[in-house]
């Protein structure tokens, strides 16, 4: 008995796997894909250096020692070559320098953070895209199943067809269009296969796996579909959470940040400085020359800005400018961010309709086809009509599939942005 409607979904497996095949489910693609995908390390990576950079310039604070040892020859007119040397060390630190120094901090500090909220933003992207391909493998396995179904049907039908046309019950042309649906049907539960493996290829890639590592997508036991949030609370959520919008206020910090280091240059500089040092003219009476020679300096340094070109002035005017473009920037962020949130949820709602109205159709139409399967086998239409009412059937499942995943895809997008996501 040909039978479609209860057929259940467990994995985008062949029917018998290797033994060696790697079963994962959604929870163990995500976990695997931000720990294994290359794009991924490569924004830790990024995360990584700005942590080192942030660390450097809050190092500024802290005093240069530095130590010079020379060692030569000299000989003048009428004196016998002699060696003498220089030992010291030297320290210096600045005091104040408009500001800079802690503004520099400041800034790498939130270029630090900035970052990690990037990185956060890849994860989004990553576990997006693990949704897209995870779902159209489940996806293209359940049309695969239906369709081989389809052609066990198509199969059963041909040798009915073959049986009455040779009884003389039915035409041969009858016959023959019986012949292509089957043909036809193992076309397309070949195609079916083929998309459903270049999805697990696809899947493979993204965790960085071996391609030819046999892979079997498990898909969890409750197919539940959640329900629609309310915009409002969408929005909310989303605008709190979606790391897009931080990314976007850092930047207008960072451009705040450097135009205080910029105005930094128009004050004076106040550095303390000291040095300890000795040498010899000879190595005779060494150590004596070293302790007679031995001293010590400290001292303060002001250096103030008079007149360099208007470097200074053009540096604050280029950091206005950029602190403008930046607020600029950040506004149509947050506009265009809204406005994509908000086409998702509508394209969401649209989706959620269409697998609704998909549904209905499907069973509508698969029930047709069961009817007419049944008038055919009584003689009462012709092949035709038959293959018609199969066509019609198979365009309604292929509609639901799609529309199912797609719906299914578009409504967990939306978690994500929620920052509600759960695999």
């Avoid at 990576?45 to 809050?58: C, G, I, P, T």
């Avoid at 159209?136 to 199943?145: F, H, R, S, Y």
């Avoid at 042309?173 to 397309?188: G, P, T």
Wanted: net charge neutral; glycine share 6%.
């Amino acid at each position: 008995m040909f039978f479609i409607a209860g057929l259940a979904i467990g994995t985008t497996a062949n029917a018998q796997t290797a033994a060696d095949t790697l079963k994962m489910t959604l929870a163990d693609c995500i976990e695997n894909v931000i720990g294994n995908n290359y794009g991924r390390k490569e924004a830790k990576l990024n995360e990584d250096a700005k942590q080192a950079v942030y660390e450097q310039s809050k190092m500024e604070r802290l005093p240069d020692f530095s130590a010079t040892l020379s060692e030569g020859v000299g000989h003048t007119a009428g004196n016998a070559a002699a060696w003498n040397g220089n030992y010291d060390v030297n320290a210096s630190v600045v005091l104040y320098q408009g500001g800079q120094i802690s503004e520099t901090i400041r800034q790498n500090r939130l270029s630090l953070q900035q970052s990690a909220y990037k990185t956060k933003q890849y994860d989004n992207d990553l576990v997006i895209r693990v949704l897209q391909t995870f779902l159209t493998a489940i996806g293209n396995d359940e049309l695969l199943k239906y369709q081989q179904a389809l052609l066990t049907a198509s199969e059963e039908q041909l040798n009915q067809g073959r049986v009455r046309w040779q009884a003389g019950d039915i035409l041969e042309s009858d016959f023959l269009l019986l012949e292509a649906q089957w043909v036809n049907d193992k076309n397309s539960v070949a195609t079916a296969l083929i998309n459903r493996n270049n999805t697990l290829i696809e899947m493979k890639n993204l965790l960085a796996m071996n391609l030819l590592q046999p892979l079997a997508l498990i898909y969890p036991d409750n197919e539940a579909i959640e329900i629609m949030p309310a915009l409002d609370i969408f929005m909310e959520k989303a605008v709190n959470t979606l790391p897009d919008f931080k990314i976007s206020s850092y930047e207008v910090e960072i451009a705040e940040t450097g135009l205080k280091i910029a105005k930094s240059a128009y004050c004076p500089t106040l550095s303390l400085g000291g040095s300890i040092g000795t040498g010899h003219s000879a190595f005779t009476g060494y150590g004596t020359q070293l302790s007679n020679r031995f001293n010590q300096q400290i001292g303060l340094t002001v250096s103030i800005p008079i007149y360099d070109k208007s470097r200074t002035k053009s540096n604050v005017q280029r950091s206005k400018i950029a602190l403008q473009q930046t607020q600029l920037e950040s506004k149509q962020t947050a506009q265009n961010l809204q406005q994509t949130l908000l086409t998702e949820y509508n394209n969401t709602t649209i989706a959620c309709n269409q697998f609704e109205t998909d549904k209905v159709r499907q069973n509508a139409y698969f029930k047709s086809f069961e009817a007419y399967r049944a008038k055919f086998n009584a003689g009462s239409i012709t092949a035709v009509e038959l293959l018609q009412q199969q066509n019609n059937y198979i365009h309604a499942l292929n509609d639901y599939i799609r529309s199912k995943y797609g719906f299914m895809l578009k409504r967990k997008v939306l978690d994500v942005y929620m920052g509600t996501f759960a695999a």
